[in-house]
């Protein structure tokens, strides 16, 4: 298996992840950076609904071959994949250093470079296979960044004091976790009127 062909199924690999944490360490925090990520993702679709900028042709397949297809109906500017990707690793990075540890810094750097390093090869893969361009890439790397060091601050000041106010800072059951991802469903498909509403604003001005 190739490094491009992994990368080239990120969302995969993410997506697994996610239900990892969230199936075996099932506490706020995690469902808290988690919908950092569905808040990213959303407002980058927006955004590539109101921008409306084209992916490239070319496309490199991970068998080291290339070859030019047609067009993805999918817009490309920005990157949602640069952008959750820069925002789970830069959210994380700063968790990692705002919060008291017995780990050394030694281990808070190391693991810090690791999830860059991870993340930044995601990010040379989307250009690499042709999904978007350098432009497309850089701007999802700024909003993830961003949206990460917004949705830290609101953990750090808000959210973490006040559940630790009302000691809601343990493991949540599985009836919880049923309720959140309810909502989260919900919000989601409701994103999904609004790209359909910017969808038809744009065809109806342009006809």
Known sequence: MSLLFFLEHTKIWVSILILCLLNYIRTFHVVFTIAGGVFTKITVSILKQIIRQPRPYHVTIPTSQSITIKQRKSYGMPSSHSAIIIYFATFISLQLFNVTT?????????????????????????????????????????????????????????????????????????????IIWKLVDKFINERGLVEENLRMNYFYGNN
Do not use: C
Request: proline share 1%; no cysteine; aromatic share 16%.
């Open 102 to 178: 017995n780990s050394s810094s030694s281990v808070k750097l190391f693991s810090f470079l690791l999830v860059f390093i991870i993340a930044l090869l995601i990010l040379w893969s989307r250009i690499e296979l042709g999904h978007h361009t350098t432009a497309q890439v850089l701007m999802g790397m700024l909003l993830g960044i961003i949206f990460a060091i917004f949705w830290n601050n609101l953990w750090v000041n808000y959210w973490m004091p006040f559940l630790l106010e009302l000691k809601l800072d343990g493991q949540l059951s599985y009836v919880e976790l049923e």
